[in-house]
């Protein structure tokens, strides 16, 4: 299943920044990671990720880095700012306010499904 484009655009940053909560990744690597934790549901190409990441440098919510991999070939690397730390913690409190409240209606039956969780 994928995620229509209105609730991707919400999904979108928190999950790309929740991903780069848990330490630096270059863009491919994120691309990667969205499809594979979450069954392809948050599944983005790099033509959706690549101005989702350009948009969240340029509030200041994450910063990058261009160096050499293991591999030799140069790689932009991105990492959450203090000012990403902040904005994350209020996106997983609201996110985790919708859910509930989302369950409580019925439109989501039980605990999500640990592939589900980004966090």
Same mark, same amino acid.
């Given at each position: 299943?994928?995620?229509?484009?209105?609730?991707?655009?919400?999904?979108?940053?928190?999950?790309?920044?929740?991903l780069?909560?848990?330490?630096?990744?270059?863009?491919?690597e994120?691309?990667?990671?969205?499809?594979?934790?979450?069954?392809?549901?948050?599944?983005?190409?790099?033509?959706?990720?690549?101005?989702?990441?350009?948009?969240?440098?340029?509030?200041?919510l994450?910063?990058?880095?261009?160096? %050499?991999? +293991?591999?030799? *070939?140069?790689?932009?690397?991105?990492?959450?700012?203090?000012?990403?730390?902040t @904005? /994350? $913690?209020?996106?997983?409190?609201?996110?985790?306010? %919708?859910? +509930?409240?989302? *369950?409580?209606?019925?439109?989501?039956?039980?605990?999500?499904?640990?592939?589900? @969780? /980004? $966090?």
């Amino acid at each position: 299943m994928r995620i229509e484009r209105e609730l991707m655009r919400g999904a979108g940053p928190v999950a790309v920044l929740s991903l780069l909560g848990k330490g630096e990744m270059y863009g491919y690597e994120l691309v990667e990671a969205l499809d594979r934790r979450t069954d392809g549901v948050l599944d983005m190409g790099q033509s959706t990720l690549y101005p989702l990441l350009y948009n969240l440098e340029a509030k200041g919510l994450i910063e990058s880095d261009r160096r %050499v991999a +293991e591999n030799g *070939r140069e790689r932009k690397y991105y990492r959450l700012t203090s000012d990403g730390r902040t @904005r /994350l $913690a209020a996106d997983r409190a609201q996110w985790q306010a %919708v859910t +509930e409240a989302m *369950r409580s209606l019925g439109v989501i039956a039980g605990r999500l499904a640990p592939a589900w @969780r /980004l $966090a």
